[in-house]
T-cell receptor, first 117, second 113 residues
Framework: GAVVSQHPSRVICKSGTSVKIECRSL??????MFWYRQFPKQSLMLMAT?????????EQGVEKDKFLINHASLTLSTLTVTSAHPEDSSFYIC?????????????FGEGSRLTVL | QQQVKQSPQSLIVQKGGISIINCAYE??????FPWYQQFPGKGPALLIA?????SEKKEGRFTISFNKSAKQFSLHIMDSQPGDSATYFC????????????FGTGTRLLVSP
């Protein structure tokens, strides 16, 4: 099956620093990628939709200046958590839609656990 | 109307038993209903999915039952194994071309040996 890779899988940073998380589709091109946030024992919350070559679309309540998304190529989207604070600590997961695939065929990354001290 | 309600929140099943997880939705525009399996510290993996034109889909030990009139769908895991212990999420989406999934709240399944 299709593979989506996330890096880093775990990151610990100090409060006030910025952290970049990468999401790569390894064996297919993805015009659309999604970024989710998941708190312990809770469901996935969609943060934003990342579109190659255009601005990301953010869900209501998600600060676009706080969570910068860049989808510069058909295989890479990045999420940068700017000026991170302890409340930003969470599990961040990306998913990618294979170009030309049927509705709903999303492939998820392994997730990135961010801990802000 | 965008919500997908999932139950139970947690489930304990003996090895060899049947695990049943239920989901309900309101938005009649939803036309794709996948189930995802997630192990701790990992991303979700697609398990099985169904579209409204069929009432049941089976893949190995996993079966989705779909009731369009009731706006409900369920996952049945036959001959449950300890390795099935994970969190299961149902989801739904519209054919918008963006595959924007709405997730259920998740069910933590524990299969006892």
């Amino acid at each position: 099956g299709a593979v989506v890779s996330q890096h880093p899988s775990r990151v610990i940073c100090k409060s006030g620093t910025s952290v970049k998380i990468e999401c790569r589709s390894l064996d297919f091109q993805a015009t659309t990628m999604f970024w989710y946030r998941q708190f312990p024992k809770q469901s996935l919350m969609l943060m934003a939709t990342s579109n190659e070559g255009s601005k990301a679309t953010y869900e209501q309540g998600v600060e676009k200046d706080k969570f910068l998304i860049n989808h510069a190529s058909l295989t890479l989207s990045t999420l940068t958590v700017t000026s991170a604070h302890p409340e930003d600590s969470s599990f961040y997961i990306c998913s990618a839609c294979r170009q030309g695939a049927n509705t709903g065929e999303l492939f998820f990354g392994e997730g990135s656990r961010l801990t802000v001290l | 109307q965008q919500q997908v309600k999932q139950s139970p929140q947690s489930l304990i099943v003996q090895k060899g038993g049947i695990s049943i997880i239920n989901c309900a939705y309101e938005n009649t525009a939803f036309d794709y209903f996948p189930w995802y399996q997630q192990f701790p510290g990992k991303g979700p993996a697609l398990l099985i999915a169904i579209r409204p034109d069929v009432s049941e889909k089976k893949e190995g030990r996993f079966t989705i039952s779909f009731n369009k009139s009731a706006k409900q769908f369920s996952l049945h895991i036959m001959d449950s194994q300890p390795g099935d212990s994970a969190t299961y999420f149902c989801a739904a989406s519209q054919n918008t071309g963006f595959q924007k999934l709405v997730f259920g709240t998740g069910t933590r399944l524990l299969v006892s040996p």
